[in-house]
Each structure stands twice: as C-alpha cells, then as structure tokens.
C-alpha cells in the first residue's frame, strides 16, 4: 500500500468533553488541537475543524473493555460517529481501539509534570492524541488503513 497523505483528526469522545487531535500532512505526528464540550454544539464544532484544516479522515477512538467486547459507552460512540458521519460526509471516519489510551495520556502527563486540575482541562486532548498517533503508528506498520471503516459497518 502506498502511504496516503493528508491531515487525519483524531477524537476521544466523552460523556462530557470530547478531546481533538490532529496530524501533520504526512500522517506522521499527532498533536493536540482543542477540548470540545460535549453537546449539541458539538457536531458542528467537529465538522468545523474538519473543513478548516482539510481533514481527509477522521479516527475516533472506541471505548473497549480489557477483554476486545464492546460495551455502552461503545454503543454511544458508534451513535455519535453515525451523527458526525453525516455532518463530515464525504470525509471517512475510522474507529480505532482506545484501549489504556487514556491511562497513557494520563501517564504521559504525568511524567511532563502536570496533574491535578491543570491536567484535567487537557487530559481529553491527550488521549485524542494517543489514539491518533497509536493509528498512525499502526498504519506505517501494518501497510494499511488503521481500525474499522464506519462506512463497512
């Protein structure tokens, strides 16, 4: 498979903050963009960011347990994907195993000396950023497109 360029956006989906992540033309790097409330407003927020930086692909962690089953709060990011799908179109979303990502953000925090109440405004971020870079990582590695396709389900 050829490397696919283009800027993928990668979403933590919350019960009350959605983080957003972003990644260079190259695929190669994530970096946090913002923390979205969670909400109504929220779609189009997502849906904004993805025209502004000219996202080709959207990965959107979903929330596993240790065990690969799919629990509720899978149920809700399958339903939320469906609704952001339709506010993105053509643009493809992509779920990807979120599993310990957001131990690793917290753990990645941590260590660069931030906790507490500062952390809590941008844990969300840094958990989109550890799914998104998890996906890219895995894509170079694997030769293809990371996680399961919204559009084959």
Known sequence: MTTRRGRRLGV?????????AISDPDGILATPVETVAAGPAAIGR??????ENEV???????????????????????????????????????LFDERMSTITADSN?????????????II???AATVILQTALDSERTRGSAPGESMRET
């Open 12 to 20: 933590d989906v919350g019960d009350v903050r959605i983080g957003v």
């Open 124 to 126: 969300d971020q840094a």
């Open 56 to 94: 080709f692909e959207c990965i959107v962690g979903l929330p596993t347990g240790l065990s690969g089953r799919e629990g509720p709060a899978a149920i809700k990011v399958r339903a939320f994907c469906t609704d952001l799908q339709t506010a993105i179109d053509p643009v493809p979303i992509r």
């Open 46 to 51: 997502l849906a904004q960011i993805v025209r």
């Open 109 to 121: 925090l941590r260590a660069s000396g931030r906790s507490g109440r500062g952390k809590r405004s």
